[in-house]
């Protein structure tokens, strides 16, 4: 009886989170007669993925009507060195700490560590002034640079709760038999990594696909990630509403960071049980 409860609350629980996502996905395939109808939870008359169709190539996004797909390539280009270099420099960071200690590394890090509860917005205006002298305000290489610095709190100390559990002696044979820094790094330290690598990678991804404060105040028009695109054809004043293809913006918005969560899930969890939140 007791199991039974359980499995029960489970279901009610996955039910209540995946409520959502249903009325979006039956929504986004109902013309916009069913739609104003109600009946928010009914299945569509007549499935048709016109609006998705509209949301990735037709819908107005401001002045241009070319759907999301070109801010997608933006998000791509975005994420792709942003997640690399954010994870590979915080991997390098937390080896630095752990293995290679030097004298102020505690000083170091405790700095470091304050990125993660620096709230973004107090660094907005700071961090433009900062762009725009580089040059790089409104661009996607501002974006990607921003991303960087704002993850490496965080993947430096994931990496350093980590390296902390991988014994000394590994670095010290590696540093009797010649191998320098980067050499003990790549060869010894990197290979053991996988499972944290998981973790941040996923992590910073997410974080990054999803990013709207930074998109939006750091962005130009030619460079806006996907989720600007998004709010500004939720948010569009022209027309009648078309919810079908909003759903569909969303949730093509969405994919990414699910598909992502589908295939790697389980990397994710083994990365957390091999040391992610030990420290």
């Given at each position: ?17 995946l ?20 009946a ?19 819908a ?13 390539a ?8 942003s997640?690399a ?14 293995k ?11 700095a ?19 762009l725009?002298?580089?040059g ?56 053991l990594?996988?499972?944290m ?5 996923i ?36 027309g ?23 295939l790697s899930?389980r990397?994710?969890v ?10």
């Open positions: 009886m007791r199991r039974l409860l359980l499995y029960a609350l489970l279901a009610g629980t996955a039910l209540l989170f409520a959502p996502l249903y009325v979006m996905l039956v929504t986004s395939l109902k013309p916009l007669a069913q739609i104003r109808a109600g928010i939870f009914a299945l569509p008359d007549a499935p048709s993925l016109a609006a998705w169709a509209k949301a990735w190539s037709g107005c996004v401001g002045a241009s009507c070319g759907g999301l797909e070109p801010y997608y933006n998000s791509a280009l975005i994420a792709a060195p997640v270099l954010s994870v590979l420099i915080g991997a390098v960071n937390g080896y630095a700490l752990t290679w200690r030097f004298r102020g590394a505690e000083l170091f890090f405790a470091l560590l304050l990125g993660v509860f620096v709230p973004f917005q107090t660094i907005l205006i700071p961090m433009a002034r900062t725009a002298a580089l790089l305000f409104g661009s996607l290489w501002g974006l990607i640079l921003v991303h960087i610095v704002y993850g490496l709190p965080v993947t430096t100390l994931l990496f350093r709760n980590f390296y902390l559990g991988v014994p000394d002696d590994i670095v010290r044979a590696a540093r009797l038999d010649g191998a320098g820094f980067f050499a003990a790094f790549r060869y010894v330290i990197l290979p990594s996988l499972p690598l998981a973790v941040a990678a992590l910073q991804f997410t974080g990054i696909w999803n990013d709207f404060l930074f998109g939006v105040v750091f962005s130009s028009p030619g460079s806006a990630p996907v989720t600007v695109a998004l709010n500004n054809i939720a948010g569009s004043n022209f009648a509403k078309e919810y079908n293809v909003d759903m569909a913006a969303a949730l093509l918005t969405a994919l990414p960071t699910l598909f992502v969560y589908v899930g990397y994710f083994r990365g957390l049980g091999a040391g992610a939140v030990r420290g």
